[in-house]
């Protein structure tokens, strides 16, 4: 149920001791999710803590044989329905409405209307239906494994968890055809019993994803852009084939769209949906992700009765970086006129500047590490049978260092450093009443110089 905050605040995100992303862990590999609110979580953890933190524990293995378990799902996505937007035609009809209440001139002749709503010329009269099967499919597809194995005996005990995710686009136009989404993880979690007072963790995780994504906003201008507003398409065999500037401009353009038509716009329309998707390229983004953390558990009975020690080191990395193709395009505005019964275009004005490129180029690169340490003693004590005595001394701490769209070396960038030292000290009596300590000593080098702790 955890869904990146709590009530409205961004909490401090630990998976298995260590400041991560929830992103990086799967719903299969969770055991567990445990929210700290109060004064404590402060002490733990530090002045990061300040708004809640969130602790997720992933699966490990127990005593038993061997257990693997795969699930394996597919499925086929069939939209129940669109958006029903006013056509063109119903749209200029209720515009000019609009302008005869403000007292103003309607905008639009019963002429345009009446083609329109006749579909005469598409192109020259233009009614887009953003959810027609020219664009879209009848249904996509996603499909994921998920594959668990885990088991141990008395000294040992394994959990590995592995997966992939995929899922493609209703979008069939152009480069959006391509779109999809795919990820693949491997996760392995080990604990040793390596005597018989001491005790070893160790975790690590591999998460690669690769996503393509054709550009323009096309469900942003499916919701916005009104119906009539320009034809994104201008047939070629519909321009004054006796105009040589015309012709010219024509045997010039770099774009031309299954030969036959070139790029509508306005002045103010630059660039349009379906165009982005034929001409002006992608992006695909890679996510690396390693996460590698070990753990030390000492039972210090044999020194004094009820004292533990317990030892962390994580160090995670993941690095972004998208390839990337684009080409800038012109758009034309048309001016038509009707010639011995045929629409015919016999202007053009041209926005932009058409581009040629093969090449791509890596279009954002950046990276986090992230380094934790922490040691704790923990000391669970009872005395003639109602007196509990519970307390720990701790120190954490966490270091990550992130680098910002285009710097490979993050040496333009300050640190995110964590260090705490915490103590906590608990006493009842019979578990009736109760008395509770909590201190913490803070370090910020936000805070002035001589005043940081």
Known sequence: GYTGNIWGQGALVLVDGVPRSASNVRASEVESVSVLKD???????GSRAAKGVILITTKRGKNEPMSINVRANAGVNVPKSYPKYLDADCYMTLYNEACRNDGLAERYDASTIYHTAMGTNPYRYPNIDFYSSEYLKKVYYNADVT?????????????????????????????AKNNYDMSF???????????SWLKATTNAAVIYTNQYDGRGDFWGQAATLRPNWFSPYLPVDMIDPNNSILQEMVNANRHLIDGKYMLGGTSTDLTN???DAQVAGYIKDRNRSFLFDVTAEADLGMLVKG?????????????????????????YQPTWSNMNGKDMIIGLTKYGVDDQSTNEFVGSSSYTQTMMFNAQFD???TFANHHNVQAAFLGWGFQQQNSADGDHDGSDYHRLSNVNLGIQAAYNYKHRYYFDFSGAVVHSAKLPEGNRN
């Open 39 to 45: 004064a404590a979580a402060v002490v733990l953890y």
């Open 147 to 175: 594959g668990e194995v885990s088991g141990g005996n008395e000294r040992t005990h394994y959990y590995l968890n592995f997966g992939m995710n995929y899922n493609n686009d209703l979008l069939k136009w152009g480069e």
């Open 185 to 195: 993880n491997v996760r392995g979690n080990v604990d040793m019993k390596l005597t």
């Open 273 to 275: 949906t379906f165009a």
């Open 307 to 331: 004292l533990s020690f317990k030892t962390a080191f994580s160090i995670d990395y993941t690095d972004f970086y998208s390839e990337a193709y684009k080409l800038n395009y012109a758009v």
């Open 379 to 381: 000391y669970h004590r």
